[in-house]
């Protein structure tokens, strides 16, 4: 049996704690590869970015397996500043989400890079490999009781506009 994998990275820029990055921890752990330069990402990989117009969805499963997922571990206070260049690869977005990380728990959409990477794997139909990801932190269970309703949602939905209507259920619900 021919199982297909996924190649994680974490695009270090090293503007946060070491102690509380979890990209570090991944990498330490063995569970992505660390890039420490631009151009160490591979050209065709998913960029997970918070800006992109594209939005992560099943469809891009190939693109994953093939050429890899990449979380850019930057600092949340500089993240405006770190997209306004451009990244080689697919850049993809992440449907909204809550985080479960102690620095920013509740404030939706300001993942870590270990939730980020966690939560395309488990769009992308990787739900075990997500679920590994998470025994990293206490806290990691915690950030897939908060979105597991949503993360199986948008893992089925078969095009764009359900994960983008989906999203306004959930979050203008939420706000009201």
């Known amino acids: 049996m021919n199982r297909e994998?996924?190649?994680?990275y974490v695009y270090c820029l090293g503007e946060d704690d070491p102690k509380k990055c979890t990209a570090i921890k991944l990498s330490r752990f063995g569970l992505a590869?660390?890039?420490?330069?631009?151009?160490?990402i591979p050209r065709k990989a998913i960029i997970l970015n918070p800006f992109s117009d594209m939005m992560l969805t099943n469809a891009d499963r190939g693109l994953a397996v093939k050429f890899g997922i990449v979380a850019v571990d930057c600092s949340w206070k500089k993240i405006e500043e770190t997209f306004s260049k451009k990244?080689?690869?697919?850049n993809r977005r992440l449907p909204m989400l809550v985080p479960?990380?102690?620095?920013?728990?509740?404030?939706?959409?300001?993942?870590?890079s270990l939730e980020a990477l966690t939560a395309a794997l488990y769009i992308l139909g990787f739900k075990?490999?997500?679920e590994k990801l998470l025994t990293l932190y206490k806290w990691g269970k915690?950030?897939?009781t908060l979105n597991q309703e949503l993360l199986e949602a948008y893992s089925k939905a078969e095009n764009l506009q359900e994960i983008l209507e989906l999203e306004k259920a959930v979050f203008t619900r939420k706000e009201e």
């Open 142 to 144: 915690t950030f897939l």
């Open 5 to 8: 994998k996924v190649r994680l």
């Open 128 to 130: 075990i490999e997500a």
């Open 87 to 90: 990244f080689k690869g697919e």
């Open 33 to 40: 590869k660390k890039l420490k330069h631009r151009f160490e």
């Open 100 to 112: 479960a990380n102690p620095v920013n728990y509740g404030h939706v959409g300001r993942l870590s």
